[in-house]
């Protein structure tokens, strides 16, 4: 025996997706095919799922910086930036970004140590979050200019939020010889 049903359960329709977001995810790397390594991290964030672009800038060689400051005793980093396109959430991404550091053989002993692979979540489009797991912009962005450097040559209008335009903060790092 069946029964009429008047009202049937509301079943939701699909929800709407977040929207596409340029995020810029800093890479470093001293240990190993330094080289080899960012740019397959970089086609391996390419393959994530909602990730529809990502464009990675030249490479560049710095000194290691340390807790105690910069270091040309320890092994050198190459450091790079990526503007990745994406409507995954920025909490997410970041998962996903430290999957793949760990898929790199990333080990976290000691903070500021040498690394197989580093990623950063520096910028997710104009947001910002005190989240402490998901602090956005990062929090010492606007003072690394192996970050900013090849950040600018990706994109010569690019924003630091809550800090201004990256060139700008180039200019000044440079003028006082930091970075």
Do not use: C, K
Not at 13 to 18: A, I, K, L, V
Not at 101 to 111: A, I
Request: charged share 25%; net charge negative; no cysteine.
């Amino acid at each position: 025996m069946s029964r009429n049903l008047a009202n049937p359960p509301h079943i939701p329709g699909p929800r709407e997706g977040r929207p596409e977001t340029v995020a810029v995810v800093a890479f470093g790397a001293n240990l190993g095919d330094r080289e080899d390594t960012i740019r397959n991290a970089a086609e391996r964030i390419g393959r994530l799922p909602l990730v529809s672009d990502v464009r990675l800038s030249p490479l560049h060689e710095t000194v290691a910086l340390t807790l105690d400051g910069p270091d040309p005793d320890v092994p050198g980093y190459v450091n790079a930036v990526a503007l990745v396109t994406t409507r995954l959430a920025p909490s997410i991404l970041l998962g996903m970004l430290h999957a793949i550091e760990d898929e790199n053989g990333r080990e976290r002993h000691q903070r500021w140590g040498d690394r197989t692979l580093d990623l950063d979540l520096i910028a997710y489009g104009d947001e910002t979050s005190t989240d402490p797991h998901v602090l956005l912009p990062h929090p010492r962005a606007f003072e690394r200019l192996f970050v900013l450097e090849p950040w600018l040559e990706l994109d010569p209008d690019a924003v630091l939020p809550g800090h201004g335009l990256v060139a700008g903060l180039v200019d000044e790092l440079r003028r006082l010889g930091r970075g």
